[in-house]
C-alpha cells in the first residue's frame, strides 16, 4: 500500500521498523498526495463563513476519514504492530477557539467541504489558543497552549494585508488549512495572524503586556478582559480578523470577476454571532474608498451579510464604548454613526439604536439592522429570541428570522470517535447513513433484537475500557469499568449548572456515609474550561476537584461513587469520553442554553439524555419521546416569568428542604475546609444561599429524584440498551449536514 511506499522512499524503513513520527510525516504527506489535485467546480457566489473560533480537534485522523482511508491504515498499522491512535496523539489539537461555537463552526466547514459548497473559514491564528488548563491544588491554573509545530496542518500563504489600527499600521499574513471534503473536493480555512507577532512577551502564566500591540494582537483567544487594557485588546482583535478579512473578501471575489455592486451574487458572509460584526462598517467603508456612493455600498452589504446569534445572556451580547472603537479603528466609526442615525430616523424604540445614550456601541444591532438574515440555532432559542431578547427587531424584521438548529459532523463524532459503533450500524443501516443521516431511523426495527443490543451494550462497554486506560495513563486515575459513566462535559457556566451536579453529587456522597448503599455504583466525570476571570466558575472547579479528592479516597464510598474531572478538557478528550457515556447531563437553567451541541454528540453514541427542556434537549426530547430521556426542572417560562417578577428567593429552598440544605452546607463543612481554599468554598455557598442568580435550588429535588430513576433503569439493562438504541436511531436529524442544506437553501444560494 501506499503508506509502506512513502516510508521506504521517505525514510528507508519499513511500517514495522519505522518510528510514530516518521508514520505521521508519512500520512501527512498521503493526505496531500490525495488532496493536492482535487478538482473543485467552484460556483459564482461563495460562503465566507467568519469565526473568532474554530475548534477544528485535530486534523490527522479525520482527513483520513474523509478520504476513506481511516480504517485500512489503521488495519495495516496494526498488522505491523503499531496502533493508529498514537500516532495521531502526535498532532497538538489546533487550539483556535473557546466553547460550542468554535466546534459547531468546524462541524459546519466539514459539512460544506462533504457536501462540496463553496465554502471558506475565516479567522485568527492564536498562537497560545484559549489555554491549557492545569490543576494544582485543586484548582485551575491556565498555560499556553502552545500547540503550533511542525506537525501542524497549516500553510503560510504569500498574501499579505495591511491594516491600521490603533494608530499602526500592522500586516496580517494569510494561513490557510485545507477542510477536506472527499478526495475530489477540498475547502479552504483561512488563517489571519499578525505578521510581527513576539511569542516571547507571554511572561508567567498567561500574562502579557496587553498595550503592545504590533506584538500581542494573535497570541491568546479572548485575552482576559477584566480590565480595561483587556477589553481594548479584544476590540483590536475583532478589528484586525475584521479588516483582513474584508480586504481578502473583496480581493477573492474580484479574482473570480466581481464588480464590487455585485459583491452580493459573488459572496455571502456569515458572521458567527457579534464578534466579527465589523466586517460590516469595514466593508461599507473599503467599498466606499474604492469609489462606491454610500447607499449602494450600505446597500451591497446589506446583501452580502447575514448573523447568527448564539446566545440569550444579556452580558455575552457585545457593547463596547465609542471610544474604544476610535482608539482601535478610528475611520470605522463614521460608518457606525452613519447607521445608528439611518437607525434613529427609521425607528424610534431606543432598544434598537446602534449606540446608545452612555455611548456605547451595540455590535449585535449593527448585525440585526444591516444583515438579510437572522438565525437562532435552536427551536427553542429561535422562538425566545423572536418573543423577548429581540421582541423589538423581529417586528422591525419578521422576514429576517428564521431558525438553524445546530448539528454535528458524524464524520467525526461517529466515524472517527466511536469506529465500532459506525461499523455496526453500517452492517444494519448501509453507508448511505452518511449522506442521508435521517436513514439511522432504520434502526428502530431491531428495537427487540436481542443480538443488536447486546453488541451496543459491548461496544459501550469496549469504549469505557478505553477511556479509563487513557484516564489512568494521563491522570493516574482508574475507572471501573462496571460503574455506569455519568459525564458533564462542557466549558464551566453558572448557567450551565455543574454547581447543581456537584450538589447533587454531595447528597448521594452523604447517603452513602450514612448507609444508604445504591444499587448502581456510580463514575460522575466531568470536563471544562473556566475563563480565568470568571471567579465563581473557578470556585465551582475547585468545588469538584475536593469532591473528587474526598470521594476517591474513601474506601468505602468509592466503591460505590467515583469523582473525576480531566484536566484541559478538549475535542481530543471529548472524542474518548463520548463513545464512553452512559449519561449525558445537559442540565442548564431553562432559556439559557441557546443549543449545545455535546447534548447531539452524546445521543449519537447512545448515551442518555438527563436534561432541562433548553435549547436542542427540547429537540432531542421530541424525536426519542419522553420514556427515551430524563427531563426535569423548570421549564423556561416559569424561568422567565421568575426573573420578571423578581420573586426568586434561594434561602426559602434552603430552609424548606433537608437535604438541599445538608449539602449546601457540607461546601464549607469541616471535611472539604480541611482539604480546600477556605475562601473560595464560602464565597461559593454565599453565591448560592443569597444569589443563586441560575436557580439551581428550585431544580435540585427533582434533578435528584430524575438522576435515581435513570441510574435505578441503567441497572435493568434490557431496556436501556433499547433507550440507546431509540436516541442512536433518532439522532439523524442533528447531522450538521442537514443543519448545513439548510442554510444554503434558506440564506446561501449558493447556485
Ligand atoms: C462576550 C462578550 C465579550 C467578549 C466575548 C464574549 C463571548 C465570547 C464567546 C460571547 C460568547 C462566546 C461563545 C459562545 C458560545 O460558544 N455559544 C454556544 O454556541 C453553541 C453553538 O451555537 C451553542 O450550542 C451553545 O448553546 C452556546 O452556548
Known amino acids: 500500500m501506499e503508506l509502506s511506499y512513502i516510508l521506504q522512499e521517505k525514510y528507508n524503513v519499513t511500517i514495522k521498523t519505522a518510528t510514530n513520527e516518521q508514520i505521521y510525516y508519512a500520512l501527512a504527506f498521503l493526505i496531500n498526495q490525495k488532496t493536492k489535485n482535487t478538482k473543485s467546480k467552484p460556483t459564482k457566489k461563495k460562503l465566507y463563513y467568519l469565526s473568532a473560533e474554530f475548534l477544528i480537534g485535530r486534523l490527522l485522523g479525520s482527513a483520513l476519514v474523509n478520504l476513506g482511508l481511516y480504517e485500512s491504515v489503521a488495519k495495516e498499522l496494526c498488522e505491523n504492530g503499531k496502533d493508529i491512535a498514537d500516532i495521531e496523539e502526535l498532532e497538538n489539537e489546533p487550539s483556535l477557539c473557546n466553547g460550542g461555537l468554535g466546534r459547531l463552526a ?203 446569534n448564539h446566545t440569550i445572556l444579556a452580558e455575552a451580547l457585545e457593547k463596547w464604548h465609542i471610544s474604544m472603537i476610535k482608539k482601535a479603528a478610528p475611520k470605522l466609526l463614521p460608518y457606525i454613526e452613519i447607521l445608528d442615525s439611518r437607525v434613529r430616523r427609521k425607528c424610534c424604540d431606543e432598544k434598537t439604536f446602534i449606540i446608545d445614550s452612555n455611548d456605547m456601541v451595540h455590535m449585535a444591532n449593527i448585525d440585526l439592522h444591516v444583515c438579510f438574515a437572522v438565525n437562532g440555532v435552536a427551536k427553542l432559542h429561535t422562538e425566545l429570541l423572536k418573543t423577548t431578547e429581540l421582541s423589538e427587531f423581529s417586528k422591525l424584521y419578521p422576514h429576517k428570522f428564521h431558525n438553524k438548529t445546530n448539528g454535528i459532523s458524524f464524520r467525526r463524532w461517529l466515524c472517527l470517535s466511536n469506529p465500532r459503533l459506525a461499523k455496526l450500524i453500517e452492517s444494519l443501516v448501509g453507508s448511505s447513513y452518511l449522506e442521508n443521516a435521517e436513514s439511522l431511523k432504520v434502526l428502530l426495527k431491531y428495537i427487540n433484537d436481542e443480538k443488536v443490543l447486546s453488541q451496543l451494550v459491548s461496544i459501550k462497554q469496549e469504549n469505557k475500557q478505553k477511556l479509563s486506560q487513557y484516564l489512568f495513563k494521563k491522570q493516574g486515575i482508574h475507572l471501573p469499568e462496571a460503574f455506569l459513566f455519568d459525564i458533564q462535559i462542557k466549558r464551566l457556566h453558572e448557567y450551565k449548572r455543574q454547581q447543581l451536579n456537584a450538589l447533587s453529587v454531595i447528597s448521594m456522597y452523604l447517603d452513602i456515609l450514612s448507609g444508604k448503599i445504591p444499587k448502581t455504583p456510580v463514575c460522575v466525570i466531568f470536563g471544562g474550561k473556566a475563563a480565568p476571570a470568571y471567579t465563581i466558575a473557578q470556585d465551582i472547579i475547585h468545588l469538584i476537584l475536593c469532591l473528587s479528592q474526598l470521594v476517591n479516597g474513601d474506601e468505602a464510598v468509592s466503591r460505590y461513587l467515583r469523582v473525576v474531572m480531566v484536566e484541559n478538557y478538549n475535542v481530543s478528550w471529548a472524542q474518548k469520553l463520548i463513545p464512553a457515556c452512559d449519561i449525558s447531563q445537559q442540565i442548564s437553567l431553562a432559556s439559557k442554553e441557546a443549543s449545545g451541541t455535546g447534548n447531539m454528540k452524546l445521543m449519537l453514541s447512545g448515551a442518555i439524555t438527563i436534561g432541562t427542556l433548553d435549547g436542542a434537549n427540547v429537540e432531542i426530547a421530541e424525536l426519542v419521546g419522553r420514556e427515551n430521556i430524563y427531563i426535569f426542572g423548570d421549564d423556561s417560562e416559569t424561568v422567565v416569568n421568575r426573573y420578571k417578577d423578581k420573586s426568586y428567593q434561594p434561602q426559602k429552598y434552603y430552609d424548606e428542604n433537608k437535604k438541599l440544605r445538608d449539602a449546601v452546607n457540607f461546601i464549607t463543612s469541616e471535611k472539604m475546609l480541611a482539604i480546600g481554599d477556605r475562601n473560595r468554598l464560602r464565597r461559593l455557598k454565599n453565591e448560592l444561599l443569597t444569589k443563586d442568580w441560575f436557580m439551581t435550588f428550585p431544580d435540585f429535588d427533582e434533578y435528584m429524584k430524575t438522576r435515581e430513576k435513570a441510574y435505578a433503569d441503567y441497572f435493568e439493562g434490557q431496556s436501556w440498551s433499547q433507550k440507546m438504541l431509540v436516541n442512536i436511531a433518532n439522532a439523524g436529524y442533528f447531522s450538521s449536514d442537514r443543519t448545513i442544506k439548510e442554510y444554503n437553501a434558506d440564506v446561501w444560494k449558493l447556485n
Open 106 to 308: 468546524a462541524c459546519f466547514m466539514d459539512s460544506a467541504a462533504a457536501l462540496k459548497l463553496n465554502a471558506e473559514g475565516v479567522g485568527l491564528l492564536y498562537h497560545f489558543g484559549l489555554f491549557r488548563q492545569v490543576f494544582e491544588n485543586n484548582a485551575q491554573t491556565a498555560k499556553p497552549d502552545k500547540w503550533l509545530s511542525d506537525k501542524s496542518f497549516l500553510a503560510k500563504t504569500d498574501t499579505t494585508y495591511p491594516v491600521e489600527i490603533g494608530g499602526k499600521m500592522l500586516m496580517a499574513r494569510q494561513y490557510q488549512i485545507d477542510v477536506i471534503g472527499d478526495s475530489n473536493y477540498k475547502n479552504k480555512l483561512t488563517l489571519f495572524d499578525l505578521e510581527s507577532i513576539d511569542e516571547k512577551i507571554v511572561a508567567d502564566g498567561i500574562e502579557f503586556d496587553k498595550q503592545d500591540i504590533s506584538q500581542n494582537l494573535t497570541l491568546f483567544l479572548y485575552p482576559d478582559d477584566s480590565d480595561e487594557n483587556g477589553r481594548l485588546l479584544r476590540v483590536y482583535q475583532q478589528y484586525f480578523m475584521t479588516s483582513a478579512a474584508a480586504q481578502y473578501i473583496i480581493d477573492d471575489c474580484v479574482k473570480r470577476g466581481c464588480k464590487l455592486s455585485d459583491l452580493h451574487e459573488y459572496a455571502v458572509v456569515q458572521i458567527n454571532d457579534t464578534h466579527p460584526t465589523m466586517i460590516i462598517p469595514e466593508l461599507i467603508r473599503l467599498l466606499c474608498e474604492k469609489g462606491t456612493d454610500l447607499d449602494d455600498a450600505i446597500n451591497t452589504v446589506s446583501k452580502t451579510c447575514a448573523y447568527t
